[in-house]
């Protein structure tokens, strides 16, 4: 039986993703293998593995990746009829780590799906733990030099002035990945993924998977399903990407279709709550104090003490984080933007992400269609996506702007995204999150037919921005006795008790924050704006 409270708080911020108090394992210590040889690791009862793969699955000479697993074990025996197999994880990304997810909150997942599954966390191929990894540089300097993250030296306001000279930066860096990396990068697609995770099913003995994605995890998930429709036995997508419009073809646009909606929640909780650092009695004079903020920073960017610059584009990054989970992060961006108005940047600054490794910008870029966009296409396009969010469009813009340079684009799967299913998909999608909005989850919908959707009515990144029982229960009973929610259900039983700014959270520093989170940020939305 779902013990509900007790997820409750397996779930809450105190529980949150945190490896620091996990004990450490050395990952070499395992050979890798074409079976699942299962060996203790971390803390009891978690086990781990290495598992080959092809690196090219039409090319059987072309060598190996090595995934790694880890498993939270199921609490039945494998061999008795109440066992139902194990469920694959994907945090998201590109870039999550399943391996983190699970040994931080694979307790509380486990706990939704069912213990009479095995669940397993996998770092997908040139992930984290698994190798060959997808690496850029050829060193630290040379990362330094390209500065993909949102406080980067040339991206200190948001100007088509600079345009031509980033355009003919991202040239230049498509030419030094590819001969970095590019061997390896064009079979750290997506597509390949998806095969990868048939053949974790296969080799634990089953035809069909059992998975749930979230973020990126659904991008995962899509192409697995228009791939292999008839190998699912289970999968929840939670938290959409658009896989039919958008992340193949890179127009992202509608994924800012609800990010203003997200801020404006931040708005209406401040108004709301006189904890609030930047409190106002209305919701409007809320965001005109924002406003007024971020039209101070774009005209003169903050020198920060001991290093750094906050500038227009990294503050708005802030601002986003913030959307992904309202709950931990609230009352701290409140409290720094107070303390930036009193002349003191260091408490936002604090949350501004460093340099990128790329990662995540490899497989997008590697994924998608060739971008041939011209500096005077790009600055159209950006022009074009502004109505889809005052705030953060730019972000959106900028990543295409990125791959303009791309040089590796592989003959993958990319689509048609959709068909019939052996088994129905369920998707989840909240009424306001800034990346992933609540419109693609009906679109994946309508391309799976069967399927359903269920609307979760809060603010913030997926269904782990806060945990809902009625989203528990509708997870539970779908993996337990493949129960779709009807046709229209939405879950509202949290909005009312959820304390976004609690007594003592402006004094949350932005390293307990960004330790403890839960849902990490989407790193493609945060790279410097146009």
């Known amino acids: 039986m779902l013990n509900v409270h007790g997820l409750l708080a397996a779930l809450s911020f105190g529980a949150s993703l945190s490896l620091a108090q996990t004990t450490e394992f050395d990952w070499t210590t395992i050979t890798p293998g074409s079976t699942l040889k299962w060996v203790r690791c971390y803390d009891p009862p978690f086990e781990c593995t290495r598992f080959k793969v092809p690196l090219d699955y039409s090319n059987s ?27 694959l994880f994907n945090p998201g990304g590109p870039g999550g780590s399943g391996v983190d997810w699970v040994l931080g909150l694979g307790g509380a997942i486990q706990g939704v799906i069912g213990t009479n599954y095995d669940l397993i966390g996998f770092d997908p191929r040139g992930v984290a733990r698994s190798t060959p990894k997808i690496e850029l540089f050829a060193s630290q300097a040379e990362q330094e030099y390209f500065n993909l993250g949102p406080n980067a030296s040339d991206m200190e306001k948001i100007s088509m002035d600079t345009l031509p000279a980033r355009w003919n930066k991202m040239q230049e860096l498509g030419e030094v990945v590819k001969k970095n990396a590019g061997d390896v990068i064009t079979h750290m697609t997506t597509d390949n993924v998806a095969r990868d995770m048939l053949k974790i099913t296969q080799v634990h003995g089953r035809e069909k998977l059992l998975y ?26 939670d938290g959409n990407e658009d896989v039919v419009n958008a992340y193949y073809p890179l127009d992202w646009r509608v994924h800012a279709k609800d990010a203003d909606k997200a801020l404006h929640w931040f708005f209406t909780e401040c108004a709301a709550s006189p904890a609030c650092a930047v409190h106002e ?29 906050l500038t227009l584009v990294a503050l708005k990054s802030v601002l986003l984080l913030s959307t992904y989970e309202p709950v931990s992060f609230y009352g701290p961006v409140a409290a720094g933007l107070r303390a930036l108005e009193l002349g003191d940047p260091a408490p936002i600054y604090a949350f501004v992400g460093v340099n990128g490794d790329g990662v995540e910008n490899a497989v997008v870029c590697t994924d998608a269609y060739k971008v041939r966009d011209t500096p005077k296409e790009l600055k159209q396009y950006a022009k074009e996506i502004e109505p889809y969010s005052k705030y953060f469009s730019s972000f959106v813009a900028s ?24 088994f129905p998909i369920f998707f989840v999608g909240n009424t306001a999150d800034s990346v992933t909005p609540l ?13 359903q959707v269920l609307t979760y009515n809060i603010s913030g990144h997926t269904s782990f921005a806060y945990p809902s029982p009625c989203v528990m229960g509708h997870t539970n009973a779908y993996f337990q006795k493949g129960v779709l929610p009807p046709s229209g259900t939405i879950c509202d039983d949290v909005a009312s008790v959820i304390d976004y700014f609690p007594s003592g959270s402006e004094a949350v520093t932005a ?20």
Do not use: Q
């Open 61 to 87: 000479k072309s060598g190996t990746a090595v995934l790694a697993l880890l498993r939270l074990p199921t609490s039945v025996a494998r061999n008795s009829t109440a066992y139902k197999g194990p469920v």
């Open 439 to 451: 419109a693609a989850a009906f679109t994946m919908s309508k391309a799976f037919p069967g399927s």
């Open 212 to 237: 749930w994605g979230i973020s990126y995890g659904t991008v995962i998930g899509a192409t697995y399903a228009a791939m292999f429709p008839n190998k699912i036995e289970r999968m929840m997508l």
């Open 511 to 530: 390293a307990e924050v960004k330790e403890k989170r839960r849902v990490p940020v989407n790193p493609r939305m945060l790279w410097a704006g146009l």
């Open 281 to 309: 009695p209305t919701a409007a004079a809320v965001k005109t104090r924002v406003d007024k903020i971020l039209a101070s920073v774009a005209a003169h960017p903050v020198p920060v003490p001991g290093g750094g610059k």
């Open 399 to 422: 990543f295409r702007l990125f791959c303009s340079g791309w040089k590796i684009h592989p003959k993958n799967f990319d689509g048609p995204i959709g068909g019939k299913t052996s």
